[in-house]
């Protein structure tokens, strides 16, 4: 149980396209939603909380304009990156979790941007 | 602010122990352990919500000291699996922030 799938698994575009990255809580309805950026060998840093039917509280120094999230549904998260440049590249993860508690993550997104 | 683990890295052999160290700066009122392979989704291990509290997994088991705002990770007898980077999430309510990370690596 609660499995949380991530997609795409791994993207390159050119520099200035925008990205979308899903998360879907697969059997379970997700209250809440995280984004976080991991570069290689460094700890995961939250970007973003998302409450489905309301706003992402982002973290700061995060850019909201940059990075757009909408939770339409209990079950489906979205992360944008808008006018993706190669200092974006990094490795995308959500998580999602029903209650208070473990934090069930997808299995990340490897953005690369030429 | 971050929490700090301690060692950064360390290599075992099959078999020998190890413990992981979380220390916060700031008040702890929740503590999760989570591993992590290269490439990977972290993987929940344990999550300890009051002082003093230890929990078990198999070989892996925590505790936690309220007063010293620290965490530590036990892995005993430990196996080639146990290999990856280990990393502690503190906070209140939902949200954590995560700790700096200890590679762990098991070899034969």
């Known amino acids: 149980g609660a499995v949380v799938s991530q997609h795409p698994s791994w993207v390159i575009c050119k520099s200035g396209t925008s990205v979308k990255i899903e998360c879907r809580s697969l059997d379970f309805q997700a209250t809440t939603m995280f984004w976080y950026r991991q570069f290689p060998k460094q700890s995961l840093m939250l970007m973003a909380t998302s409450n489905e039917g309301s706003k992402a509280t982002y973290e700061q120094g995060v850019e909201k304009d940059k990075f757009l999230i909408n939770h339409a549904s209990l079950t489906l998260s979205t992360l944008t990156v808008t006018s993706a440049h190669p200092e974006d590249s990094s490795f995308y993860i959500c998580s999602a979790i029903t209650r208070p508690g473990p934090q069930h993550f997808g299995d990340g997104t490897r953005l690369s941007i030429l | 602010q971050q929490p700090v683990q301690s060692p950064q890295a360390v290599i075992l052999r099959e078999g020998e122990d190890a413990v992981i160290n979380c220390s916060s700066s700031?008040?702890?009122?929740?503590v999760h352990w989570y591993r992590q392979k290269h490439g990977e989704a972290p993987v929940f291990l344990m999550i300890?919500?009051?002082?003093?509290e230890q929990k078990g997994h198999e070989k892996i088991s925590a505790s936690f000291n309220e007063k010293k705002q620290q965490s530590s990770l036990y892995l005993t007898a430990s196996q080639l699996s146990y290999s990856g980077t280990y990393f502690c999430g503190t906070g209140g309510g939902n949200k954590l922030t995560f700790g700096t990370g200890t590679q762990l690596k098991v070899e034969l």
């Open positions: 300890l919500l009051k002082g003093g």
């Open positions: 700031k008040a702890l009122y929740s």
